[in-house]
């Protein structure tokens, strides 16, 4: 191993390696506590707790090793069409849990016949990065829609909480410097959310990301527009 | 939880006892109650031949042995799960290599670990209500029905279920170019197009013009849809297959290049490559990827002695003897009695021995190879039949050599690319042109044979075209041409004259040798439909 691996390039594969080796240990870890949460019947809320936190941890593993293909250049998307609704249920069934354990109100309002033009898999990851937040930061309900506007598709995702902090609004999502990355409450979900609705594009037109707090249900509201 | 997998047949093959414990869990708590499991590739093979799944959920790591897309990959080869079976290939890994490997041998779903019921119930319920609703098509399809298939297809269409419109209409073109019907393909993606920039219907335009042979139009296709969308391996394909009809033959090694830099592990472009540098010349190049393609050999039904044959000829061409008696013993090991296999390394141990100065062992091993070229006979791969002849020039055997190279130019007198294959090889040992004027006059009867047939069957005089046929078909069995007039001649008969039993299975055994001697699926699709046509107006006379 040369002593200096940053010059030679390397540290990016070897974080990219390391974080498929964490991935592996994070689904054993996550098949034992299911195993354990399934054995008892009175759910522990430490296990609950503990079985959110690895799937979060996850998350965050899955985006990191997008934002590497991307920036090493060895990622672009897949696109095809898609029924919007499943979309939505793929994000909604990776929070299923979350969900539950906080007995939120999750309502979904999507005709079955809109179609969305997009990398399925990414999308949906991404919107349930934003899930995942506004299931926590809620009171009790969160509202997902989707609606046709002159060319694009958007998908909402409203909840009943305190909204965004007011930095965070004035923030440029796709700026990564603008980002508060120190606090703690870094905005990764968001920062990838934008990244990945930027590369879908229809001519010159790309997809993009709103947040603000004008949420139907009093709280935050997030937007992501599809070309 | 209203799902539930009550009644369905399911496989679960992983290595890991703790994820096969937490899958069965799963599985469970969805209701099933019919759940095999395997732990390792070949114990999943064994389930999937034994019985009938409804679902299969296949990890990508398997430990040593097959991993999970070959397990997909050997399982579809051998047909050993139906249209009905939901395959689902499950990986941790999310690199590039990974993804797109497991992509091309084209599970139902590819789901990423960790997932939970509800994701996976999910998805299940999806993909059974689509192959519940498509469930007439895709029968048609297995059979080899193509006229059912498309009549299902366009019923389907015009019911109008707006969320499986574009995956029947994807479907339907498909269908119409398997049929020859590339006007309907084209008409269908183009009105695709219309609507979204959506880069299957972008390639099937480009795979029309390609086989329309508007080859230069297909390439700027496949050259803007390869830049445009690097990850779709299909692309790959298509344009070094336009390359290949242009012989540009280092385009097509660039080409292949790219797609295994991002795709590795497909055993069969990777032998694509290894013969095409091989034919370039590019000699280390093909050395390594046949190396690569021995070593992914190990575990996939796409596995060949011609793999291990390919190696050892290399290190003989530069000289690395010892190298390709060690890889013909290999490949003795890896295929014991195994008469293609032992045809193949006798025929290569002549060539080294000889080059190594013992005329005794080389004398040997080539009267072993003739020996045994004799008594597989027909069944011999064509191109070690051009390997036989090619040692048995280079030991004095002209006889021998002139009766094996006749018979191959009789039979592959209609595939230019394989002539080739048949010059280049007598270049290589200094006999320049050696074959041409038998090829030029073989040609020549061929087409003779052809244009008095066309007379006669213009004439109506259906039988004795046939009978010309038949005769020149014994002088060159499997011709592709004449198999394919024969049966043109035969179906025109049958509109025009009285419908017989014999005629029609007569029929039915030359689609089946067409099919065989690998005529272009579309160019049968056209006969297909039309004999179709002619058996539904025949029973409705009846």
Redesign the interface.
């Known amino acids: 191993m040369p002593a200096n691996i940053e010059n030679n390039g390397l540290f990016p594969t070897i974080l990219a390696s390391t974080v498929h080796d964490i991935k592996n240990s994070l689904s054993t870890l996550l098949a034992l506590i299911r195993q354990t949460l399934a054995k008892q019947n009175n759910c522990s809320d430490d296990l609950n707790q503990l079985e959110f936190e690895a799937a979060r941890i996850n998350h965050s593993l899955m985006q990191l090793l997008v934002m590497y293909k991307i920036d090493s250049q060895k990622f672009s998307l897949l696109i095809d069409e898609y029924p919007a609704i499943d979309i939505i249920r793929e994000a909604v069934d990776q929070q299923a849990r979350l969900s539950r354990l906080n007995n939120i109100d999750l309502q979904i309002a999507c005709d079955d016949e809109v179609m969305c033009y997009c990398d399925y898999p990414n999308v949906s990851n991404a919107l349930a990065s934003v899930l995942n937040n506004a299931l926590r930061y809620t009171k009790q309900t969160v509202l997902i829609s989707v609606s046709e506007e002159i060319g694009y598709l958007r998908i909402t995702i409203e909840d009943d909480g305190e909204g965004y902090p007011e930095h965070f609004l004035n923030a440029d999502l796709n700026n990564m410097a603008d980002l508060d990355w120190v606090s703690g409450n870094t905005g990764l979900g968001l920062y990838f959310v934008s990244v990945i609705a930027e590369l879908h594009k229809r001519g010159d037109v790309c997809g993009y990301v709103q947040v603000d707090n004008q949420s139907r249900l009093g709280g935050a509201r997030f937007n992501l527009f599809l070309p | 939880m209203s799902y539930s997998l009550a009644g369905k047949n399911i496989l679960i093959v992983e290595d890991?006892p703790?994820?096969r414990?937490?899958m069965r869990?799963?599985l469970y708590?969805l209701r099933a109650d019919v759940v095999v499991e395997a732990d390792n590739g070949i114990a999943a093979i064994d389930a999937v031949a034994k019985s009938n799944f409804d679902i299969v959920l296949c990890d990508y790591n398997l430990g040593p042995g097959k991993n999970g897309q070959q397990v997909l990959e050997e399982a579809r080869h051998r047909k050993l799960i139906d249209y009905r079976c939901v395959f689902i290939l499950i990986s941790?890994?999310?690199?590039?290599s990974v993804v797109l490997g497991a992509m091309d041998s084209k599970p139902d779903e590819y789901l990423?670990?960790?997932?939970?019921a509800?994701?996976l119930?999910?998805r299940l319920t999806?993909h059974f209500e689509r192959k519940d609703y498509l469930a007439n098509v895709d029968k048609a399809i297995a059979k080899g029905d193509l006229p059912l298939a498309i009549l299902l297809c366009d019923q389907l269409l015009a019911v109008g279920d707006?969320?499986m419109h574009?995956h029947l209409l994807k479907m339907r073109a498909e269908l119409a170019i398997s049929a020859g019907d590339f006007d309907k393909a084209g008409q269908i993606y183009q009105e695709v197009l219309q609507h979204?920039?959506?880069?299957?219907a972008r390639l099937g335009l480009s795979v029309i013009d390609f086989q329309n042979n508007n080859i230069e139009q297909a390439l700027a296709g496949f050259q803007s849809l390869v830049a445009e969308?690097?990850?779709?391996m299909e692309c790959y394909d298509w344009l070094s297959k336009t390359y290949e009809a242009l012989d540009q033959y280092h385009d097509v090694e660039n080409v292949l290049q790219q797609a295994l830099e991002l795709s590795p592990q497909s055993i069969l472009r990777q032998k694509k490559l290894a013969e095409t540098a091989d034919k370039n010349g590019n000699l280390e190049a093909a050395e390594k990827a046949y190396k690569t393609v021995v070593k992914l050999g190990k575990h996939s039904v796409h596995r060949s002695c011609s793999d291990f044959a390919g190696l050892a000829k290399l290190q003989a061409k530069t000289n690395a003897s010892n190298e390709a008696l060690k890889t013909l013993a290999q490949m003795r090991e890896e295929y014991a009695n195994h008469p293609e296999a032992e045809l193949r390394a006798s025929t290569l141990e002549a060539d080294v021995y000889k080059a190594l100065g013992n005329e005794e062992l080389s004398q040997q091993a080539l009267q072993k190879a003739l020996d045994l070229c004799g008594s597989l006979g027909n069944q011999t791969p064509r191109d070690l039949q051009l390997e036989v002849a090619r040692t048995c020039f280079l030991n004095d055997e002209h006889g021998r050599a002139e009766a094996i190279l006749q018979d191959l130019i009789h039979c592959h007198i209609d595939d230019d690319r394989f002539l080739d294959d048949l010059r280049r090889m007598q270049s290589g040992i200094g006999m320049d042109n050696h074959s041409e004027i038998l090829i030029q006059k073989t040609k020549q009867a061929l087409i003779a044979t052809n244009n008095q047939g066309v007379a006669l069957y213009k004439q109506g005089k259906f039988k004795e075209a046939l009978d010309l046929f038949e005769q020149a078909i014994l002088t060159m069995p499997d011709n592709k041409t004449i198999i394919v007039n024969m049966l043109k001649i035969l179906i025109h008969d049958l509109k025009a004259n009285e419908f017989s039993v014999e005629k029609n299975q007569r029929v039915k055994a030359l689609f089946q040798k067409a099919k065989q001697a690998g005529v272009d699926q579309h160019k049968l699709g056209i006969l297909q439909m039309e004999y179709a046509k002619l058996r539904q107006s025949q029973l409705a006379k009846a």
């Open positions: 890991n703790v994820f414990k937490a869990d799963m708590s941790a890994e999310q690199s590039t990423a670990k960790p997932f939970n509800q994701q119930m999910s999806r707006k969320k574009l979204r920039e959506l880069p299957w969308n690097p990850m779709l």
